[in-house]
Each structure stands twice: as structure tokens, then as C-alpha cells.
């Protein structure tokens, strides 16, 4: 592939933006010497501006959503895309929200622009298990351990009932529950299933992968090990 075309799909500028930072010697290795061939060289070797290019296609980062962002590039609003570099939204394949968490949820959201990687976290048969916090506007009744557990919960308009869901109580209204599938509205729509309501949300885990010190509104890349374990 061409360079100009490389960088342009990296979310660098139009093609024609980088001829123009080519033209003005931008574009240089890793000593500083501007490329005179214009076929890509190995991607770490590229540097604009003297500073190493975003990570190469097959990135995957995480993002601790904070509430009140909306999981789209268009939306009205905030959008998680604007705690991000403005250049993710610019990349061809596009640098996607792994599922959706709801303008009112928190948590960890991951992206990539790997669209297989993608398929595979979020299908319901790798079973990986994403982890939400919860807090409820009524204290548990005591039953809804069995209810989410039953594979036979069936939310309202649906036609095929819910996988079995483990749901840990912390209190008589805060509880942790472990999902393998992510339906639209899930948590929300499980708790009103059983006369409930969702206060906050939180989603803390999936697979191996935690918040941990990311704090909301900050976002880190995932080492090889991590983007591995989401595979297994
Ligand atoms: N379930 C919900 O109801 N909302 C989310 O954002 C995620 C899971």
C-alpha cells in the first residue's frame, strides 16, 4: 500500500493533507530522514511531526465510560468518541465500541478496529462473562438469584429466553450480576422483569479485563496478553 493512503486511513488527514505533510517533510523515519519511496515502510519506522504513529490496525483499547456519553459517532451529545483522539473516528476500519453500554451506564467499554475480534468478544457462544454493579430503587425480594439463573426469563417483545445470568446481592439493593449475552437494555430490563428499577449501572469486568485505577473519562491501550485473553 502507499504511504499517503497508509496514513490517510489511519485517520492522519486526507490524502491530499498528506502529500502536503510529506511535501513539507513531516513524514520522516526514526532518524528524522523525510521517505523518499512512497510504498509503506514497516509502521514503526513511520514518525510525523517527529512522534510514533497510533498503534497499527488490530488495536484494541479500554475506555472507562463515565454516564452521560452515547455509544455512536453521530448522536447529538456527548459521544464516547470525544474522549478519544479524533483521529480513532477518522480510521478506515473505523475504531468501534465493542457492544454498547446505555448514556446512563458506566464502565468499561472496549474498542477495536478489528471487526473479527469484535464478533468474537461479543458473541453469546464464547460465553465471555462481562460483570456489572448495580443499585435498585427497591430492596431484592430474594428470588431473583433463581429467576436470572433459570434460562427461562423471557423479556417483554422477545422470543427466545434470556441465558442464565448469575447475580451476586451486596446489600437488599446493590447486587453484582454476570452476563454472557448483551441484549438491548439487559440489566435494566432483567430487574424490571422482576418489579424492579435500575438506578445505577456499572459495568466493572469482562473476561479477565478491569477498570482497575483508569479513572472515568480516561482510556489506555490493552497489552498483547490482554488482547489474547479476550480470545481464549
Ligand atoms: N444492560 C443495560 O441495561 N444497559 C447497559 O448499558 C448494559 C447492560
Known amino acids: 500500500m502507499k504511504l499517503v493512503k497508509y496514513l490517510?486511513?489511519?485517520?492522519?488527514?486526507?490524502?491530499?493533507?498528506?502529500?502536503?505533510?510529506?511535501?513539507?517533510?513531516?513524514?520522516?523515519?526514526?532518524?528524522?530522514?523525510?521517505?523518499?519511496?512512497?510504498?509503506?515502510?514497516?509502521?514503526?519506522?513511520?514518525?510525523?511531526?517527529?512522534?510514533?504513529?497510533?498503534?497499527?490496525?488490530?488495536?484494541?483499547?479500554?475506555?472507562?465510560?463515565?454516564?452521560?456519553?452515547?455509544?455512536?459517532?453521530?448522536?447529538?451529545?456527548?459521544?464516547?468518541?470525544?474522549l478519544l483522539p479524533r483521529r480513532f473516528r477518522l480510521r478506515d476500519p473505523l475504531v468501534s465500541p465493542v457492544g454498547r453500554l446505555d448514556r446512563d451506564t458506566s464502565g468499561l467499554l472496549l474498542f477495536t478496529d478489528d471487526g473479527q475480534l469484535l464478533h468474537r468478544i461479543t458473541s453469546p457462544k464464547r460465553h465471555l462473562p462481562k460483570v456489572y454493579e448495580v443499585e435498585l430503587a427497591s430492596d431484592l425480594r430474594g428470588d431473583e438469584a433463581d429467576t436470572f439463573a433459570s434460562g427461562t426469563l423471557m423479556l417483554e417483545s422477545e422470543t427466545r429466553?434470556?441465558?442464565?445470568?448469575?447475580?451476586?446481592?451486596?446489600?437488599?439493593?446493590?447486587?453484582?450480576?454476570?452476563?454472557?449475552?448483551?441484549?438491548?437494555?439487559?440489566?435494566?430490563?432483567?430487574?424490571?422483569?422482576?418489579?424492579?428499577?435500575?438506578?445505577?449501572?456499572?459495568?466493572?469486568?469482562?473476561?479477565?479485563?478491569?477498570?482497575?485505577?483508569?479513572?472515568?473519562?480516561s482510556w489506555r491501550y490493552l497489552d498483547d496478553q490482554e488482547i489474547a485473553s479476550l480470545s481464549q
Open 8 to 82: 490517510s486511513r489511519l485517520g492522519y488527514g486526507s490524502r491530499r493533507e498528506i502529500e502536503a505533510m510529506m511535501a513539507d517533510e513531516r513524514v520522516c523515519d526514526r532518524a528524522g530522514q523525510p521517505f523518499a519511496e512512497r510504498d509503506t515502510p514497516a509502521h514503526d519506522d513511520i514518525h510525523i511531526d517527529g512522534e510514533a504513529l497510533d498503534p497499527a490496525p488490530g488495536l484494541v483499547l479500554m475506555l472507562h465510560k463515565p454516564v452521560g456519553y452515547v455509544c455512536s459517532t453521530k448522536d447529538a451529545g456527548r459521544l464516547v468518541y470525544d
Open 161 to 217: 429466553a434470556l441465558a442464565p445470568a448469575e447475580l451476586e446481592v451486596l446489600t437488599p439493593r446493590r447486587a453484582r450480576i454476570v452476563l454472557i449475552e448483551g441484549r438491548y437494555h439487559q440489566v435494566r430490563r432483567m430487574f424490571a422483569a422482576v418489579g424492579n428499577h435500575v438506578l445505577s449501572l456499572h459495568r466493572c469486568r469482562i473476561g479477565m479485563l478491569e477498570l482497575a485505577e483508569l479513572s472515568a473519562g
